[in-house]
């Protein structure tokens, strides 16, 4: 009972890997910028991809997703934070899960420059109001839902503490950050998760061209 509860929320907390809800760490001015802290400010359409896996736990287990890709936009003030769509898969688990999207698209996000560089971040992000479904092709089906604001960390592409190294983009890092279980959820459901992902964020150099190729970069 416990892996089909674990399984059912393995996709949704990925999902919430993005999200982050908090307090801005400084009053610090936003502007997003074309890839370093000189270029010219940036905003339109934004892509996130996970960077390795996402990690979720709970009080009864844990597991992990390897695909999610979401996208949205936001404004070079770091205002309008949007999320139009987003994607999961190879959830790992003991049968079939279907992730789906709830209510998108999820608005009024943000991101803060962080003049403190607390944790050695630079920006933190916010994706508020986001809502998703895990579905387990177990006894039926046992359906998941959670929602709901997290916390998230930004990173410059030249931070040296961004958590990918390897990864010369800007991006985005969740560590123990928590999704509560929503209504319309099985009672075997777990009350809160526990997620622990990466993902890299980059822009477009084309306006509404679909093609993310452009570095990203938050300054003061």
């Not at 009053?27 to 074309?34: L, N, S």
Request: hydrophobic fraction near 35%.
């Amino acid at each position: 009972m416990a892996q089909i509860r674990q399984t059912a929320i393995i996709g949704t907390a990925a999902l919430a890997v993005l999200a982050a809800g908090i307090t801005p760490a400084s009053a610090a001015t936003t502007t997003i910028r074309k890839g370093s802290g000189s270029a010219a400010a940036y905003s339109g359409n934004v892509q996130a991809a996970l960077l390795g896996t996402a990690t979720v736990s709970t009080s009864i287990g844990s597991g992990s997703c390897s695909q999610s890709t979401m996208t949205g936009s936001i404004n070079s003030n770091g205002t309008g934070l949007s999320i139009a769509s987003a994607s999961f898969g190879n959830c790992t688990g003991t049968a079939a899960t279907t992730i789906t999207p709830q209510n998108l698209p999820w608005t009024g996000g943000s991101v803060v420059y962080d003049s403190a560089h607390t944790g050695n971040r630079d920006a933190a992000v916010t994706i508020a109001n986001f809502k998703v479904k895990a579905v387990v092709d177990l006894f039926g089906g046992i359906t998941c839902v959670f929602g709901g604001s997290l916390t998230a960390n930004g990173y410059n592409p030249d931070n040296a503490n961004r958590p990918v190294t390897s990864n010369n983009q800007a991006q985005v890092g969740v560590n123990g950050a928590k999704v509560s279980k929503q209504s319309g959820s099985n009672l075997l459901c777990p009350s809160t998760a526990t997620v622990t992902a990466t993902y890299q964020l980059r822009g477009e150099t084309t306006a509404g061209s679909g093609t993310f190729n452009q570095a990203l970069y938050v300054t003061s």
